[in-house]
């Protein structure tokens, strides 16, 4: 048995205003029934968004960035003229001058890319077409092995994994890989089907290379494990919705 990808949660100072943003950019709808304000896809992508409130300033770049996908490029131009209306920036990250991607920036300076049409590797992807992450080749086999997902690229040291349902890729780059600053602001939540069980499904995690963290988390009913690159996860009860 493998865990499921419920939720992508991006810390936020302000909840409300960065789930905003992403509602107008993707066209997802809203939901705070969780307690914890959130947005629901309205295609195929495979996992919420949620935005816990954190009153820590950011630091650095993040673990995960979203690459949305463009059919077109009109497409591209309505993606980004979108997210600069909504309160996105222009973001430099040493992007090169003939990269046809264009890099952006949500209100609290989390970063995402909206890739050029033609894009082959996105080709039948959602909107949102990669997670794309920072994280080893060996970071990519865990987590193919936790969500028993079959890989769909291996080469130099770069991995993708996706649903056998199909829905958003998700990518580890290789090295060189990010200095670790703090906790993560970006970090994706698990659960085991309903017929599953939290504790076997926390062992399983931890014999593929996860190792149990203390952020701080007090008494939960979530279990944090960190990855073998030292990402921090959310195991939570067997069908929880995220």
């Known amino acids: 048995m493998t865990c499921d990808l419920v939720a992508l949660c991006i810390d936020a100072n302000d909840p409300g205003r960065v789930a905003e943003f992403w509602a107008g950019v993707l066209g997802w709808q809203l939901d705070d029934s969780g307690g914890v304000i959130g947005l629901l896809p309205d295609d195929d992508t495979g996992f919420r968004l949620r935005f816990p409130r954190t009153s820590e300033p950011r630091m650095g770049r993040n673990q995960f960035h979203f690459d949305l996908r463009s059919a077109s490029q009109e497409q591209q131009d309505e993606t980004v003229a979108r997210a ?51 994280g080893s080749q060996a970071n990519g086999y865990f987590w193919g092995a936790a969500l028993g997902w079959p890989l769909v690229w291996d080469q130099d040291e770069e991995t993708a994994i996706r649903s056998p349902h199909g829905g958003s890729k998700v990518t580890w780059g290789g090295p060189p890989l990010q200095p670790k600053l ?19 499904e926390v062992d399983r995690l931890l014999a593929l290379g996860a190792r149990r963290v203390d952020i701080g988390q007090g008494e939960v009913d979530h279990v944090v494990l960190a990855d073998p690159d030292g990402h921090e996860l959310c195991v939570l009860p067997a069908g929880a919705a995220g």
């Open 182 to 200: 703090g906790k993560e602001r970006v970090h994706l939540h698990l659960a085991p089907p309903p017929d599953g069980d939290q504790r076997v």
């Open 84 to 134: 600069l209306a909504l309160g996105g920036r222009h973001l430099d990250v040493g992007q090169l001058p003939e990269e046809e991607h264009v890099v952006l920036a949500d209100p609290e300076g989390n970063e995402f890319c909206v890739t050029e049409a033609g894009n082959g590797f996105l080709a039948d992807c959602p909107f949102i077409g990669a997670l794309s992450g920072d």
